[in-house]
């Protein structure tokens, strides 16, 4: 089981609940080393100091800030002494409805679980409590000499904690993009051709229907890198579409995606129309191999590609195993 990154105690009002903080995501980013072009020589970052050029061990690393005119040190523990929070809390200043936090405010998400099943009932009656009442909890509290503003919601039975950016961390997109439109006003035909469009194009949400495409592509790369075989060039990218072009390109969007007044309803999330359509849905892909082929004498990425071919769900957390697994019950 993986180990909290934060602990201390959640309290909102007179009730206290000592709690763990899980971090809620991960990454399938493929990571390379830095090497020395035309050697196998890693490159490696090292802390010199820019004086004397020698390499200065983490330990005598302290931080400073700039005047101007000088440098003013600090040691971690004094940071660790004045963190507001250092009593290692989490207390809730108040509730606000959930549909109040703008998005552009949410940053990172985490898992909140409680320190051991004997706080279960309080850990459940706030969850309870919150997905009931639709509201968030806000509150501040302190990790890693950093302190932050959080956002506490009910999602699916457990707790997450949201960390947010702080006010004065949004930028003004009048101010940070030139190019803006303005008053710029679509016609009234433009308009409901692009209404049509978004009906003919909805769906429900699946996050499983996507994936990381470009690391399968980076994987694929390193595969035939190491087999001396070519790789298919993406396509480029589309051309812009003018002002003149917009009536002609929105109608031939329409007519791909396919037309709610031809359909009578939307497009669900794996892609088939509604049965008022008369359209057959299509048959879920399938993998097709010989039956002598021996799954488990493939590498990793061989898996991989077959299992992306295949549209198999949560492919990009399998370990080899479980590929193999699941690509032999998919062929059966």
Excluded at 239 to 249: K, Q, R, Y
Excluded at 287 to 293: A, G, R, V, W
Excluded at 296 to 304: H, M, Q, R, S, V
Aim: glycine share 8%; charged share 30%; hydrophobic share 35%.
């Amino acid at each position: 089981m993986a180990r909290p990154v934060w602990a201390g105690n959640l309290s909102f009002g007179l009730v206290s609940l000592p709690v763990g903080l899980y971090t809620a995501t991960g990454s399938h980013t493929i990571h390379f080393h830095q090497l020395q072009r035309g050697t196998s020589d890693r490159i490696r970052n090292r802390r010199v100091n820019e004086r004397t050029g020698d390499e200065v061990q983490l330990d005598d690393i302290v931080k400073g800030f700039d005047t101007g005119d000088e440098y003013v040190l600090v040691e971690p523990k004094e940071l660790d002494e004045i963190a507001p929070g250092r009593s290692r809390s989490l207390e809730i200043a108040g509730f606000v409805d959930l549909a109040e936090v703008d998005p552009i405010f949410f940053d990172k998400t985490y898992y909140l679980g409680p320190k051991s099943a004997d706080f279960g009932k309080v850990y459940s009656l706030l969850e309870q409590a919150l997905a009931k009442a639709g509201k968030a909890g806000i509150a501040t509290f302190v990790m890693r000499q950093h302190e932050y503003l959080v956002a506490l919601k009910s999602e699916n039975g457990l707790l997450t904690l949201h960390t947010l950016h702080w006010a004065d961390e949004i930028r003004d997109p009048k101010k940070e993009i030139d190019t803006l439109p303005g008053k710029a006003k679509a016609s009234a035909k433009e308009l409901t051709m692009a209404e049509q469009l978004i009906g003919a194009m909805s769906m429900d949400w699946d996050p499983e229907r996507f994936h990381d495409t470009f690391q399968e592509k980076v994987a694929a790369l390193i595969e035939a890198k190491k087999t001396g075989e070519s790789v298919e060039k993406a396509e480029p990218p589309a051309e812009p579409t003018g002002v003149v072009d917009l009536m002609e390109a929105l109608r031939a969007s329409i007519e791909r995606a396919g037309s709610p007044k031809a359909t009578s309803g939307k497009a669900t999330a794996s892609g088939r129309a509604t049965a008022s359509s008369g359209k057959t849905p299509p048959a879920k892909k399938r993998i097709h191999s010989t039956p002598k082929e021996d799954l488990t004498g493939l590498t990793k990425a061989d898996l991989y590609k077959k299992a992306a071919a295949a549209n198999l769900p949560g492919r990009s957390h399998m370990s080899r195993d479980d590929l193999v697994k699941a690509l032999t019950s998919a062929r059966t």
